[in-house]
């Protein structure tokens, strides 16, 4: 099984999404000053913490997108082998899915990432995709878990997750690879894909079930 939030919480991030993206691709004044703002403070604060900029920029690979698809196939395979079908299909669509659709809005949309940054990336920057690499496998990790942990493995696992995404997210802004505007919309894109992604795998299997032939002695309308 796998767990599936409200179908109100993919909508509402999905309609989050899409009015950030109206605003980054309008240019809207003060979206942008609030961007500059941030990137200015941390730059200078980077600027005198040359030690912490060098284990970021290291640390932060940890969501780079080869490492994801490494994860991704892993877990994909491992879940494969265990006939957990379902799951595998979960888990396979979430690795390909998520850096598919931020490559296509890096490749489609123009926005450049901060100047003077202390990363070199030539490629336009909305939504982060290292964020959205490393929510969307915290995301699916808490709902590939979630039916099977009890109540105090469900906090821990919950807690975990989030602080990797809020983590991954913190190294982007450090480094100057992206704008604030952009890790919040890999955090939105996420938060409304995976768990539409979670409900097509479960109806997937509701369908599977339903399709499985019924066992001797077992009638169609039997009570």
């Not at 490559?103 to 490629?123: G, K, N, T």
């Amino acid at each position: 099984m796998i767990a599936r939030p409200p179908l109100a919480v993919p909508l509402f991030a999905l309609a989050a999404f899409t009015v950030l993206l109206a605003l980054v691709v309008g240019g809207w004044a003060p979206l942008d000053d609030l961007d500059t703002a941030v990137a200015d403070t941390l730059r200078r604060s980077g600027a005198g913490n040359s030690d912490l900029v060098a284990v970021v920029r290291v640390a932060t690979d940890v969501a780079a997108t080869l490492p994801y698809l490494a994860a991704g196939a892993v877990v994909t395979v491992i879940l494969a082998v265990r006939r957990d079908r379902v799951r595998a299909a979960f888990s396979a669509a979430v690795t390909v899915v998520v850096p598919v659709l931020w490559s296509l809005m890096h490749w489609l949309l123009h926005h450049p990432r901060p100047p003077d940054a202390f990363v070199e990336i030539d490629s336009n920057g909305f939504p982060s995709g290292h964020t959205s690499n490393a929510a969307a496998a915290a995301l699916a990790a808490v709902l590939l878990l979630w039916p099977r942990q009890g109540r105090t493995a469900r906090v821990v696992t919950v807690l975990v997750a989030a602080a990797f995404a809020l983590y991954v997210g913190a190294t982007r802004l450090v480094l100057l690879a992206h704008w604030p505007a952009d890790v919040l919309g890999g955090w939105l894109l996420v938060l409304g894909v995976v768990p539409l992604l979670a409900t097509a795998a479960a109806k997937l299997a509701d369908r599977s079930g339903a399709a499985r032939p019924m066992g001797p002695g077992v009638r169609s309308g039997s009570r």
